[in-house]
């Protein structure tokens, strides 16, 4: 199985600023079909299913504020808000789709400092 | 719209069996894959297992693998999960997803409890 390991588990930023979410895999996710990264991450907030924001690493879902945006390769991927705002509060999730099972990673809680 | 609704949770005894439900519309159900994914109560989420288009492929995770089995029918829009032999850890909230390879929409999911 792939292993997800997310770093920070916790994060407090203040408003504005910008939060760095890491996410390394235990092997590659590179799918070598079309050269992409088999990478999502998802937004979770208390109370509520997750919410995809970027797949196969560095592509926003339709509708997500660009100030999230995606980037990495292989093994090595992060999450970045380049402002953050109140309502970016949440639990952040990775997950590779690259082979069953799908793993996810931890999960990294943000908060506002 | 896609929307995924989640239904036939409960309480159930250690042991026992339960069938979720998941009710698809808004997208052309028969045309894609699709998963159950958990997140027992204050921790993390975990891949349960997916299936594709027409039923005849299916993967599941070592934990639930020989107890649990996913299925769907088509003329009906709806995605099941047949779970026998429950176990405490298996006490989650379960959620259906739809799968472009990632998870795209998401139910709200349906809490199964499993205690005596």
């Known amino acids: 199985d792939i292993v997800m390991t997310q770093s920070p588990d916790s994060l407090a930023v203040s408003l504005g600023e910008r939060a760095t979410i890491n996410c390394k895999s235990s092997?590659?996710?590179?799918?070598?079909?079309?050269?992409?990264?088999?990478l999502t991450w998802y937004q979770q907030k208390p109370g509520q299913p997750p919410k995809l924001l970027i797949y196969?690493?560095?592509t926003r879902e339709s509708g997500v504020p660009d100030r999230f945006s995606g980037s990495g390769s292989g093994t090595d991927f992060t999450l970045t808000i380049s402002s953050l705002q109140a309502e970016d509060v949440a639990v952040y999730y990775c997950q590779q789709y690259y082979s069953t099972p799908y793993t996810f990673g931890q999960g990294t809680k943000l908060e506002i400092k | 719209e896609v929307q995924l609704v989640e239904s036939g949770g409960g309480l159930v005894q250690p042991g026992g069996s339960l069938r979720l439900s998941c009710a698809a519309s808004?997208?052309?159900?028969?045309?894609?894959?699709m998963h159950w994914v958990r997140q027992a109560p204050g921790k993390g989420l975990v891949w349960v297992s997916h299936l594709n288009s027409d039923g005849s492929v299916t993967n599941y995770a070592d934990s639930v693998k020989g107890r649990f089995t996913i299925s769907r029918d088509n003329a009906k829009n709806t995605l099941y999960l047949q779970m026998n032999s429950l176990r405490a850890e298996d006490t989650a909230v379960y959620y259906c997803?739809?799968?472009?390879?990632?998870?795209?929409?998401w139910g709200q999911g349906t809490l199964v409890t499993v205690s005596s």
């Open positions: 092997q590659s996710v590179l799918y070598s079909s079309n050269n992409k990264n088999s």
């Open positions: 997803g739809r799968s472009s390879g990632y998870v795209d929409y």
């Open positions: 808004g997208f052309t159900f028969s045309s894609y894959w």
């Open positions: 196969w690493a560095s």
